[in-house]
């Protein structure tokens, strides 16, 4: 069985004013073309499809016409699955339409998909809370695939069904999953778990969340999962919510993050997107392969050391969407911020680095680093406010609001 695994799509989502609608439309088409190519058996989206609660039109129409082609009219089923950005309801709203074109959608970790038959072969053979085990067509093994998708720790709890418990949520998580793998997962079929969870191994340092992300381990979200709370009887486990591709483990159980297809802030830039492709056979090692992705923009981070060089640079790297950072000696007049703008159309942000700040001291106001993030920029103003660091309460409360659904 051949497996592609994809998420992070983030469809809708903006660079400050730039939008990225024809980039992922791009890059959507080069899924496609690969899946075809590949000749992939069935498609894992493990999350974040929107970047929004209320996607624009636009974006919901990519992800409909995406999946609808993906699916090739039900002869390569595709599982979708609600990420931290994603609606559940909307993402569950057009399922009874969507699993006549082989797509399966699942909004909450207790969803429980009706059984279904289709003309090519696509068949639901078992379904549970949390559980789908499928015949795909031109198979002889079934897939059996546990999924969760996110939910923040209350949620999560309530759904597991002990709302007052003070155990440990990723206790909790693995008792359910080992349930769901002991019930149904042996070694006649393919065994796979989907999930858009903060997962990492224990005793290592914890990958950093994307920039601009909504934060799953901040207040409200949901404790990081461990490697060891996924059953033995999982292959492969397929995860989304980190946008740098990464291996969490890799014996005996591929556990993967795909990443996501574009980048998505400047602390991505320079990455390489990637799709993974995972072959497996029932009781076997699962085999993945890391496919890179080619059609989207770059982003660029420059530090150019005056108008001259930064000009240059701009010319020789026409087809990206940049940040630039020059070094002067006073602020940039408004003619060098026309030349710079006329030499590029993608440049998503200016930011001078004034090397004399006496002059700046002078006139009452202070250079802000605008590459830092969120967090650094409030400490910044904090301190510059009040004399002191923000103690701990007031950023918990202020990652509270970063997280905050719009």
Not at 10 to 31: A, P, T
Request: glycine fraction near 6%; hydrophobic fraction near 40%; aromatic fraction near 8%.
């Amino acid at each position: 069985m051949r497996i592609l695994h994809t998420a992070d799509w983030h469809l809708g989502k903006r660079l400050d004013d730039f939008s990225r609608l024809e980039e992922q439309r791009e890059v959507l088409e080069e899924i496609c073309d690969l899946a075809e190519r590949e000749a992939a058996d069935v498609v894992l989206v493990a999350g974040d499809l929107f970047d929004t609660f209320n996607p624009p039109t636009e974006a919901v129409d990519l992800l409909y016409k995406t999946l609808k082609r993906l699916s090739a009219d039900g002869r390569r089923p595709v599982i979708a699955i609600a990420g931290n950005h994603d609606s559940p309801n909307r993402i569950e709203a057009p399922d009874p339409l969507a699993r006549a074109c082989g797509i399966i959608f699942a909004g909450y970790p207790h969803s429980v998909v009706p059984p279904f038959t289709l003309e090519s072969g696509l068949r639901v053979l078992q379904s549970d809370e949390g559980f789908i085990e499928l015949q795909l067509p031109g198979t002889t093994v079934p897939l059996r695939l546990l999924f969760t998708p996110y939910a923040n720790e209350y949620r999560l709890r309530s759904f597991l069904g002990i709302e007052e418990s003070e155990e440990e949520l990723r206790q909790l998580l693995q008792r359910r999953w080992q349930q769901l793998a002991d019930r149904y997962c042996d070694q006649q079929g393919v065994n796979i778990l989907l999930s858009h969870l903060f997962l990492a191994k224990r005793g290592e340092r914890l990958p950093e969340e994307p920039e601009e992300e909504k934060p799953i381990l901040q207040v409200g979200g949901a404790q990081a999962i461990y490697t060891e709370n996924i059953p033995s009887q999982i292959q492969y486990t397929a995860l989304g919510h980190l946008h740098r591709m990464h291996f969490v483990e890799k014996h005996p159980s591929p556990v993967c993050y795909s990443g996501s297809p574009l980048s998505y802030s400047f602390a991505e830039a320079g990455q390489q997107k990637y799709l993974l492709m995972i072959d497996v056979q029932a009781g076997g090692t699962a085999n993945v392969r890391e496919i890179a992705l080619t059609r989207s923009k770059r982003l660029l981070r420059k530090r150019a050391g005056g108008i001259d060089e930064a000009l240059q640079w701009l010319t020789d790297n026409s087809d990206a969407l940049v940040e630039l950072t020059i070094v002067t000696n006073s602020f940039l007049t408004a003619m060098e911020r026309r030349a710079l703008d006329a030499a590029h159309p993608g440049i998503v942000a200016i930011i001078p680095e004034v090397k004399d700040m006496r002059q700046l001291m002078e006139g009452g106001q202070k250079q802000i680093d605008l590459s830092k993030g969120m967090e650094a920029l409030f400490r910044d103003y904090f301190r510059h406010e009040k004399g002191q660091e923000p103690n701990e309460e007031i950023m918990q409360l202020f990652n509270e609001i970063l997280a905050e659904e719009e």
